[in-house]
Structures are given as C-alpha cells and as structure tokens.
C-alpha cells in the first residue's frame, strides 16, 4: 500500500469516468492522490454508435479504438492506474470471479473514496448493474474470512457521480467539488472521446451550471466563495466529524 | 458581528435542544463558536405533563420552571445566549412580527450554522413547523430588501437533529458528530431537565448507540476511530468543497 | 367518558364519511362503539354542484340539503353523535378556536382510534388540510396544559380512509377490513346522496373488489377467508402489541 | 372567454417564468393561445438584491424596476395579459381576498393548462407557497358554490415549470417541450432582467442541455428529432388519451 | 418491417395481457397498430390452481390449456402476433440467451410503445422481474454493436400496466385510456379465462371505476368526457412534445 | 403439519436472528408456537472478524464456532428448529436448487408469519439479498404447480427485523412488540456471541429504548402501557381484520 492517499473509480463503460468524474480525478490527482479507474468493459457494443456506423469493423477494432481513447483521457487527467476489466457491455455481467477480481483492486488500492454510477437508470441497466456491484465487492472486501492474511478495507465513502438526465435517475448531488483549477485538463479528456462530439458542449455547459449551484450554497449573493466549473456528487453513506 | 465563529440552534420548545443537539452546542462552544439558542415556547402547555400534575400550579409557574431548567442547560452546555421567545406551544402559531423577530436574530448570529427539527412529525406538529419557519426565516434573512442595510445572511447549512422515533419522522442522519470531549456536560445538561427523569437514560443509550454508528462509517472492523458518544444530524442543503 | 369504546372520524365534507368510512363506521356500531363524525363542513360550495344547477338555489338552501342527507346517512350508518362544525369548504380553514373547539370534541368522545383524509390530495385541498388539523388538535388534546383538569388524550391510532384515486394521493391501504355484515346499511348510507347516483355504482364496486384484496392478504388461493365487500384504511401510527 | 386557447402561467415573482416557461409561453403564443402570466409578487425584497447594493434606492423605485422588466420581458414573449397583484415577497402571502382574486383569473382565462412552480423548495418557500395556492386555488375554481352563475373550471393540467437546482426540489420532468422555433424570443426576454446577466448564460447552457434530452426520449441515436433549445416540465395531473 | 404501426406487450404469465392491458391492445389494433404480444411463460406452476386441483393433471396438459386460453384471448383483443417463450415460472428466469430471444422481438417488431408490469411487486417476484429484462432488452436493441447490421431501436415509451394491488406495488398512473369503443372485446377475452371466472367482475369493476377517473381527469363536473371504461399506464419515460 | 402454531426466521448469518429478532422468538416459542430458524450461511466470512484475527484457524475452524453459537443461542430462546444452509457469504448468493430448499421449509412449517431483514442495506447486500429471496420463495411455496400435491402456502405475513442503522437502511417499523417477559433469554442468547461483546451492550440499549417507544404509542403520558424491552418490525403486506 502507497503512503500516498488513494481513490479509486468504478466505471461501467470506458468513457463515464471522464463525463462523470473527470474533474473528481484530476483535482485528487494533482492534490496528491493515487487514483485508479477501473474501466468494467470498453462500451463497444452500446456506446459506441458512431464507430460501428463505419462499414466493415469489427468488435475488436471498436474495443481498441474505445480503449485508446480511455488510456489518452486518463492520461490527460493524471489518472495513476486505469484498469480494464474488459468484461463486455449491453448487458455488463459479473459472476463471482470478476467480482473477486474488483475485490482484489480495491483491497489493493485501499480508497480513501470510492465512486460509482447512480443506484437507478432505465435507460442504462450496466451503471446500476455497477453501482450494485460496488456495494457488494465493497463489502466482500470488509470481510477478515476473504483471503484472509490480506488487508482489509476500511468503511471508505461511495461517492454517485452524475448520471445524464439527473431527475430520471433519482439522483441527487448533497456536494458540488470546484474543479475550476482543472478544467482545463477535463476539457482535454472530453475531447479524447472523438466519436462524441455533440457530447463536448453538453458537459461543458454542466460544469458552468453545477459552478452556479456551487456558489450558490457557498454564500449566493452575500459571498458566496466564486467557482467557474463544478462537479455534483451524491454520498451513500454518512459522514463522521468532530466538527459541523 | 463577533469575529469568532457562530452557529443558531431553533428549538420549538424549551427542552428540544438539550436531548437533541446538547453535545453539539457543547463541542462547538468549545471549538470557540458563540453558539444562540432560541427557544420558540417554553414547551408549557404540551410538554410539561409532569408539572402540571401537581395541584394548583398555573401557567406562569410551569413557564417560570421550564424557563429555568432551560437556562442551567443553557449553562452547563456553554451557550453564548439563549433567547426565548415564549410564543406559546400545542399549537405553536408564529405571525409575521415573530417571524421578522426571529430574522433579526438570525441577522444578528451570522451563524456558519443553523440547527433545528425534523421536517415531519406526525405526533408534534410544532417540530415540523419550527422547522418549516426556520426555511422560512434564513430566505428572508438573505433579501437584500429586508431592513435594507443590514448585513444579509449567507448560505448556512441548516441541520436538522434527531427527533424521537427517527424512522417515522422519515430522519436520515448523513453526519455523525463525535461528542465524547464533552458528554459530561450533556449528561448534566439532560439532568436539569428534572420533570423527565426517565429520559436520561432513554438519551444516555441513544447517544451510545449512535457512537457505534459513528465507528461503524469511520471504518468498522478496520480502524475505525473510537467514539463512546456521538449525535447524528440530517443536512438540507448540498455542501460546498474543494476536496472530497 | 361512557364505558362503552369509542371512535371519531373526522370529514372534511359532510359525504365523505359514508363513502370512504361508511363500512367501518357501521360495523363498529354493531361492535358496541359509539362512533362521533365530526363535519368539518357541509361541502356546499365545493361538492354540491348538481344542486347548484338548479335555478335560484341559495347557499342555505343548499347547506340544509346537504345536512339532510348527512343526518340520514349517519342514522343508517348507526353512528352516535353526528357534529356539524359548519366551517366552510372550498376552501375549508380553521382558525385557533376552531381548533380547540375540535379538541373539545376529541376529549370528550376519548376515541380509541381516529378516522381522517389522505395526507396528500392535489385535486381536493380541503381534505388534506382536514387531516393536517386531526394531527394537530391529537397533539393539543394529548396536553396536560391545555385547559388544565380535563382528561387528556392517550395515543389513539390515527386511520387515513381511502381518498378517491388513490395511486394520485400517495394513500396506501395497510389494513383490510371486511364489512360484508353490514353492507346493506352501507349501500343504504350511500343512496342517502341523491345527488350524486353516479358514485352509487363506483363505491359499490370499489368495495367488492377491496373484498378481492382482503381475500388475497388472507389466504389467497390456500384457504383466505372470504369477504364480499371490504374496505381500507392506512395508519399513520405504529402498532404495540404482544403477540405478531 | 375567448374562442381561442388560453394558457395561465403562476409565477410568485416578477422574473420568474421568464427564465423557466419563457420558451412554453412564447412557443404557444405563436401557436395561438392567449397566455396570461400571474406574477404574485415583484420579487422587490428578495430578488432584487443588485438593485439594493445602489445607494439610497427605495422599495417603490425597486418595484417599478422589476415591474418594467417584466413587462418587456413579457412583450418580447408575447404574453396576452400580465397580472401584477403586488402582494409582497419574502415571504409571500395570500389572504382569502387575494386566493380569491387569483380563482378570478382562473376562471376568466379558463386555461386549458396552468403553470406553477415545484412543490418543493427549500431555499425559497415562496415558490412552493405559490404552487400550493394553485392547487387551492384550481379546486375553489371548480366549485359550483363560488360566485354561483360563473363558468366554473374544468381540470386543466398543472404543470411545475424547472426549478433552480432540481435534485434539491425533488422536481422530475415528465415532458419535454422543444423550444427551438422561439428561442430568439426567450434569449430576447432574458436580456431584459438586466439586474442578472450572470443567469443569461446558465439558462443558454440549461435550453441546450435539455434539448440534449429532448432529443435522447425521442430516439436517441436511432433517428431521435434534433431540437436545439428546450424547456422540461413536470406534471401533476394524470392524462386522458384515446391512443397512446 | 412493417409500415405500419406497431406495440409490443411483455407480459411474464400467459394471463396478465388480458386483465391488465387488453383495452389497450384491442384499442390498437383498432387505430392499425401491428401489437405483439410477448408471453415469457403460461403461467403453468404459479397461476393455474384451479386446474392443478384437477386429479392427475400433469404440467403439459396445464401449459397446454393456458396456452389455448392465451390464444383465444389474443384472438378476441386482435393481437397480430402471440409469441410464447415457454421459460418457466415461479420463478421466471431469463438467461443470456433467452435475453437475447426477446431483443429479437424488439428488433422485429420496432414498437412505437413497449409495455409490462410494474417495477415493484412483493406478492408476485416474476412481475417486477420482467419488467426488469424489459428495460434491459430496450437498452440491448439499442446498441449499435448488437449484431451489427440489424436496425436498431429508437427510444419507445415502456408503459407499466396496472397490477393487482396498486397501492402496494407503488405503481401510479400518469394516463389514462378510454378503452370503451373495444370493452366487449376485451370482456369477451376476459372470458377465455375460464378458471379464473372470479375475477371477470373484479376487473370490470375496475374498468368502470377507472373510467370515471377518465372522466374527473377531463374535466369533471365541468364537461369531461364522458368515457364508460378505461384502462391505467404509468410511463418510464419522459415525453418530448411540440405543444403542452 | 402440527397442530401448533408455528413462524420462520430467515437469517442470511448466523447470528442476525438473536440480535435481530431474538425477542420474538423467544416470545412466541413461550406462547406455544414452534419457531423454526433458517440460516443461510454461518457469516464465516463476513462477520467473524475477531475469530480470524486468531493465527492460523481455518474457515472450517471458523464455521465450526459460528454454528456452536447459533446454537446455543437458539436454545435459549427456545427456538423449535434451527436450520443451517451453510450456503457461504459475502456475498451470500442461491441457485434453483437452494431457493427450492427453502421453499421446502416454508411448505413444511406452514408458518403463521415469516420475519427477515430489511428491504435496503447498502453495507451488507447479503441482508437486501436474503429478502429478496425470502419474497420469492414464499410466491414459489403459493403455487399449486410446484411440487403438485403438496399443501400449499397461504398469505403469511413478512416482517422486516430491525437492521442496525434503521435510517440509512430506510426501514421503518410499524409494530412494537414487548418483550420485557422473555428478556432475560434473549440477553443470555446475546451473550453467547462471545466474539462480539461490544454490541451486548447496543442491542440491550436498543431494546430499552424501544420499550420507550412502545410506551409512547400505547398512551404516552396519559395511561401508555409500560414496556422495560421491545422490538420493532415492518410489515409487507398488509392486515385483514374484522375491527379496527
């Protein structure tokens, strides 16, 4: 285990970490965090549109294509290990090897933070497929009796980051993060995804909104503190303090 | 404005924030925060059943004892100032004067925080009122047009205490708050209240109990730090960081 | 305080007791209960409208009419004390001596459990505000301090009866009961309304298919005791018990 | 009452339904319902607050400001009739007189739709006041009893316009209205509330993020209709339909 | 693929079309809808007691009967295709395979609407479990890199039909159907059923007492439609719409 | 079948029964039912943290202990069959064959009430699991079809025992059972968990302060009957009565 802080994403499909949590990322990272990605399957079979509307590729050229552009974003945001799973997509499934093998990540990894997809989606069954499976292998790694010998986990929280079209989701954000200072890097990774063009403005817009929000519950119109981009995410589990 | 740190608690009746949020009116007096407490009622009517069983008492002489019990609390938790508003209780009933009376304070504190009830209960209407108010109170405390000239208020997070029989309040508490350092003074705080002695121990187990949840979220079986009395509060508003 | 078991119901309207409450309030009759309907108001501005059709009609007029069908409603429902507090509807308000006067009521009838509207109705609100009052003026009866030396009011269960579209009001039924032994005096209530023979039919109906329910959560297909016509009531308040 | 469709929009400040329906009442200004807007108060205390920062500036001169951009505001979007009942903000309140006022418009406009705002808002209890008073005000509209001889009301769809931070106000939209053909006109009526430029590009941003939703519902990558501006609404009432 | 329109119902037993949304079937088939109806199982363990009492009976002879039930009723509703996948029930269970059987369908049938159960269940686990495949099926057929090639899926509305026991499934419609010009259509399906004759009069009952929810739902006392028999949805999906 | 009255507890560990619902079985086995307890897995891995802190002991080793302390704990709480699946945790998981185990219990004890845990628990998914499973084994042990020839099972009630952290599970009791009679078994069941001695005094708290709200709803102040412990369930399904 790194003395450095760690944090670790799990992500359905290869390009949600960037939409999602590319701010989240980059911000941990340059604060000085080990963040690992794992990547569930690339997304070649559903999110993957405009590559298969190409004639004559093929599954593997669209998962290396998709891979390609996962590597060069997490590179972009400074992502300390990207995992994948390769488990494939639409629908992701996971039998109990897969779900040891994700245990083993995190015990290895030991998260400060964990963060997944929102608990629903009826238009995406794979993010809530792996939000369950977050919570699961987050517990099998509590457990003395698994590989017993290794580390345990701890009780680290379980960040949702956001889902496209919130309010069907029933997600919703109690902490906006300022990813002002990085948004320069989460641009770049955007616009890794080549094949999403239209996708480019749409989170670039979120993140101007979500820093209004930000402002808004840091003081409004009385000092609130100033944020140009923002991040929501919603927490699974409560916090322990020693202050309020 | 007093430089040092500030936090309003808004309790309906005279007793509520003693059970509910003593260790984190006595914690945070600690830290340094001038924390005011506001009592809406004295509880004289609705909540003084024991009192009122003696014979002959009248409604000044149950007001003149909950006021009491109140203000030795109010001491023995380190309040900066309790205010009482006596407005009567069973049904507590605010107009516009009260509630521009309550802004004034709110004006006044500049708290960091504000505290108060449950947004329902079904078997105290007053509670849920109390807190509907406290909304209320914060919007019209941040208008610029409210007593123009006055400093408006910021975004405060407004924390909601545990209520009793928290599942049917629909009370979810996401932060649990250490208060070991200064349960003795809670415990003596909870011993004022001498009409309802079979609370203490109702209250002592509570605040046991949730300082096993405490250790439970600070990470269980695996280091999770040790805590022997703790508070739990609900948060309305999404919170603002720069570091998850 | 009579020695025989007592109940209240609590309507917004002077109808809804007998199409929402009309089973239960007869078979408890036929218990031994002496059942109080209070009448929060006629409905004569709101629920009156085939008598508003007819030419020249004054607000008197349609109120004694609407007392009249009340009156006899509740004569065939056995009910013991019928109290029309003739507030007004459409909308219906209270204000602090309406509610004492309430009080007043729920203190003298001792009820062992309480009858109201769903909590939530966008269509009619009048009914919610209605039951907003009967947790109110539950907790002011409960108060040592309110007008001192009268018995107060132990912790009756609190029953919602079934709202019309009941899926739009959030109302879920945990408690089916059956009134097939008094029916006939329901249907004999319900034919009291002459103005609204449509609903004849749709109550009826509703009832039957209750019965449906009643079947199915008490036994089903292996042995549930059979029942013809049934109603439903959600409550508000835990049970205590001793044996499940 | 005109042979033409009509619309009502409730809005409890001035600049309200400008930056939530301003695409729903341009787009079916065009389509040929008169729109009438309903603003319940100017917003001169609470959401004026760059105004207030001007030296010496008087609550009459803020209202006639906030009433002059509104004004414009609503020519830009070809409002039919802008009804200012100036009762105030901060909070708002309503009196029998002034629900009574309101059931008048209802029932002259005899909207085929209404419009308010969530049903839930934390940071600003008059929106919610103002939904909750369109609810009591609809139901007072269609009784037979109020002002007897008056066409009464049928039961137009109530539909809740975005609020700021939806997640916070538990609002889901269920429609979604392509605002494409009017956006010139909404972005027009925008630059009137000149006291808020900072919201003229959140509110850009936000029609374009919508549009992205829009377009996702109604086909997705599969052949889904372009929209490029776009407003989301939720409803309260079911529908009535004769094909799905 | 046809040109024209099409429906595809899913529904987990052999009977649960006919009760619950053979209104809207026959209604469609009528406007020219192609309507597919999808029978994951007959039904034959879970929901045929009655033959099962017959002595001897073995679970061809009860698959065989439910199936001739199944059909005759499709007949009546004039469903275009009956497709029955034989999976077994109580429990149902769909494997990878079967999965990809019903995105086949989906593909083929290219619905305008999808349709099944409700998502929530606790009497019935193979309901709310077959409308969990339901939306992973959609999300499959919408896959471009689902055997390539094949037409992919647009983004249909799934409806949820009404359950038995609505309130306890937490189901609530946002429509309503005016199925009255097909009831006897769908009564005389109803019929097909001829082990369950109990239920003929329930889901008439229903039938009726949902039309009159048509009827409040468009107007009222105030001239809604007039409608003799109707049929509830709850929608999945928002709807993206040119005119409110 | 006996003629006594019997219930079933499943218990995904082993000892979730004692803490969870130790009370009600003790109770009821003194009022002559026969309690059978089912437990799924031993919580070898998950939930024997102290005992793996031993070098060198087995998961045999580990099992072995577990299982002498359920018991243990079933004997002294009077527990009529105690039932080990020995089906492995964390994650615990159920193929066919495993489910149709359990249905042949439920068949073979025809039990009065079936009790489980809560329906939600984002720690421990082996928890949500069992209920899961609890709901789908008592609709397959309904269906005449499944093992035809059998008795089948009727509607028996399914409570939820109380989870630990009741508000993040989103449990909400609806029952309060005293227990004060059998509470001296069931603290001497507590105590044979030897490895978990810190929670002897959690739960011995918790079920003081259950008593409390068990007084508190059976009167309050005024008359409430007295309880020293108690425990609280939820309901699934609802009740079907003759008097309310």
Redesign the interface.
């Known amino acids: 285990m790194s003395a450095r802080k760690t944090?670790l994403v799990i992500s359905a499909h290869a390009a949600d970490f960037v939409w999602r949590a590319g701010g989240?990322i980059a911000?941990?990272a340059e604060?000085g965090y080990d963040v690992t990605v794992v990547c569930l399957s690339f997304g070649?079979?559903?999110e993957?549109?405009k590559i298969?509307?190409r004639a004559g590729?093929t599954?593997d050229e669209?998962k290396a294509e998709r891979r390609g552009e996962a590597e060069r974003a997490a590179e972009a945001l400074g992502v300390h290990d990207l995992v994948s799973f390769d488990l494939g997509?639409?629908?992701l499934?996971m039998d109990?090897d897969a779900?040891f093998r994700l245990v083993d990540v995190i015990r290895k990894v030991q998260p400060a933070?964990m963060m997944s997809h929102s608990m629903w989606d009826?238009?995406?069954?794979?993010h809530m497929y792996a939000t369950?499976v977050a919570?699961?292998t987050r517990?099998?790694a509590?457990?003395?009796?698994?590989n017993?010998g290794e580390?345990?986990?701890?009780?680290p929280?379980?960040?949702l980051f956001e889902p496209?079209?919130?309010?069907?989701m029933g997600?919703?954000?109690?902490?906006?993060?300022?990813i002002t200072p990085v948004w320069d890097k989460k641009r770049k990774a955007i616009e890794c995804m080549e094949g999403q063009e239209?996708l480019w403005?749409?989170y670039t817009?979120?993140a101007?909104?979500r820093a209004?929000?930000?402002k808004?519950?840091?003081?409004?119109?009385?000092?609130?503190?100033d944020?140009r981009y923002a991040e929501?995410?919603q927490?699974?589990?409560?916090?322990?303090?020693?202050?309020?």
């Open positions: 944090a989240a911000l941990h604060l070649e079979r559903g993957s549109g298969w509307k590729v599954l669209v997509d639409y629908p499934e109990r779900k933070w009826p238009y995406n069954t794979d369950k919570l699961e517990m099998i509590q457990a003395w009796g698994h017993p580390k345990v986990l701890g009780a929280q379980l960040y496209h079209q919130t309010e069907q997600w919703k954000p109690d902490i906006f993060l300022d239209h403005t749409y817009n979120l101007q909104n209004n929000h930000f808004r519950n840091s003081g409004g119109q009385s000092g609130g503190r944020s929501g995410f927490s699974v589990f409560p916090r322990t303090v020693d202050e309020l």
